[in-house]
Nanobody, 120 residues
């Protein structure tokens, strides 16, 4: 079994910062890309940032220069440092891990999400 668990969400004022964490655990053979997505009410889920196993990153234009994704391969964990937060960043943030489970095929595993609210 595999679990993907996010943490670190909360309420923050505009201009503030938050750091999200996401850990994949269980019978994992290998983890490839890990990414953060977000979904606001009434909107589609959108890519925020993704990082490959080798550290290559990609960001949505709306967060470039404000958010930084990183990972610790030894811990199967990814982080999203969010600075200069804006009200429009308010969403549920989901983590996705592209991984291979021992004895099974490669696939995408999602966490349940963590709420980020940016408001004064």
């Amino acid at each position: 079994q595999v679990q993907v668990v996010e943490s670190g969400g909360g309420l923050v004022q505009p201009g503030g910062s938050l750091r999200l964490s996401c850990a994949a655990s269980g019978s994992i053979f290998s983890v490839y890309a890990m990414g953060w997505y977000r979904q606001a009410p009434g909107s589609k889920r959108e890519l925020v940032a993704v990082i490959s196993s080798g550290g290559r990153t990609n960001y949505a234009d709306s967060v470039k220069g404000r958010f930084t994704i990183s990972r610790d391969n030894a811990k199967n964990t990814t982080y999203l440092q969010m600075n200069s937060l804006k009200p429009e960043d308010t969403s549920v943030y989901f983590c996705k891990a592209d991984l291979t489970v021992l004895g099974y095929r490669r696939g995408d595993y999602w966490g349940h999400g963590t709420q980020v609210t940016v408001s004064s």
